[in-house]
């Protein structure tokens, strides 16, 4: 575990996760959900492959685990991809 691993760096990269929802509605609500938080100033959704996934941008240090916190109360999860 890293501090790269662990948290999503500011910056223009942000960090990339992978989600068990399917539907445009139920990655609106995630990007809904996440945007609620002090530091997280964008969510950029990529339907267009299975599984979807959704990139976080921060304005300051974000802990994985909380991002997975709040996509938890959506009903659905967030797994972080790898690094490449």
Not at 5 to 33: W, Y
């Amino acid at each position: 575990m890293s501090l790269i691993s662990d948290n999503v760096i500011p910056g223009e990269h942000g960090k990339v996760f992978g989600t068990n929802a399917n539907h445009d509605s139920e990655l609106k609500q995630i990007k809904e959900e996440l945007l609620k938080h002090d530091g997280i100033t964008e969510v950029q959704i990529n339907s267009s492959i299975f599984p979807k996934e959704f990139t976080v941008f921060t304005n300051k240090l974000i802990s994985v685990e909380e991002i997975e916190n709040a996509v938890k109360l959506t009903g659905y999860h967030a797994i972080p991809k790898a690094l490449i």
